[in-house]
């Protein structure tokens, strides 16, 4: 079976400060990866996602970024943290398919102080 | 337009009652659509996927789509307090994305 790991679970960091939250998953080969965050109270807002390795396509424009370094491992990364960053961060896979549903991991609950 | 439309609720149904979620979306062209459930603090777990026009039953949930009026809701018979959690509907995109609506609250009270 299938599993996603995603950590750190939660994070408190600095403005100002650097980001890399890591997501790996297991199980399967060459699946859609995806970064979305959800603010307090709020909907999903996708960030990244990517079909392959080195490819990344990104949905908002912001300080963030994400890489794919490994057919399963997904990346994301800040240089500089702003307090508008704080949310709950989300790394989701799929397999390849356009009518195929998302699964996500746990989760980290960020916090930019 | 919004692409997927929720009420946002609070729906809130009496333990034992049927609750019903719905879900409009603007992509006449969807063919398939997820709904999730998404206990406070947690993640989106997926709980129904459904790709043709009717219903599809699993246990106590019964997902039913309609094209024609592109409206997709979800039944939960005999709520139980442990349902209370915020249920998304989500169809693809294109492009392997996935869009989210922004989810109803349902309290199943005691």
């Known amino acids: 079976s299938q599993t996603i790991h995603q950590w750190p679970a939660t994070l408190v960091q600095p403005v100002g400060s650097p980001l890399s939250l890591e997501c790996t998953v297991e199980g399967t080969s060459n699946p859609n990866l995806y970064w979305y965050r959800q603010a307090a109270g709020r909907g999903l807002q996708l960030l990244f996602y990517s079909v392959g390795i080195g490819q990344i396509s990104s949905e908002v424009p912001q300080n963030l970024s994400a890489s794919r370094p490994q057919d399963r491992q997904f990346i994301l990364s800040s240089k500089k943290l702003l307090l508008s960053d704080s949310g709950f961060y989300l790394c989701?896979?799929?397999?390849?398919?356009?009518?195929?549903?998302?699964?996500f991991g746990n989760g980290t609950r960020l916090t930019v102080t | 337009q919004k692409e997927v439309e929720q009420n946002s609720g609070p729906l809130s149904v009496p333990e034992g009652a049927i609750a019903s979620l719905n879900c409009t979306y603007s992509?006449?062209?969807?063919?398939?659509f997820f709904w999730y459930r998404q206990y406070s603090g947690k993640s989106p777990e997926l709980i129904m996927f459904?790709?043709?026009?009717g219903d599809k039953e699993d246990g106590r949930f019964t997902a039913q789509l309609n094209k024609a009026s592109q409206y997709v809701s979800l039944l939960i018979r005999d709520s139980q307090p442990s349902d209370s959690a915020t249920y998304l509907c989500a169809f693809p995109g294109g492009y392997q994305k996935v869009t989210f609506g922004t989810g109803t609250k349902l309290q199943v009270i005691p």
């Open positions: 989701a896979w799929s397999r390849t398919g356009e009518a195929s549903p998302l699964h």
């Open positions: 459904i790709y043709s026009n």
């Open positions: 992509d006449r062209g969807s063919q398939s």
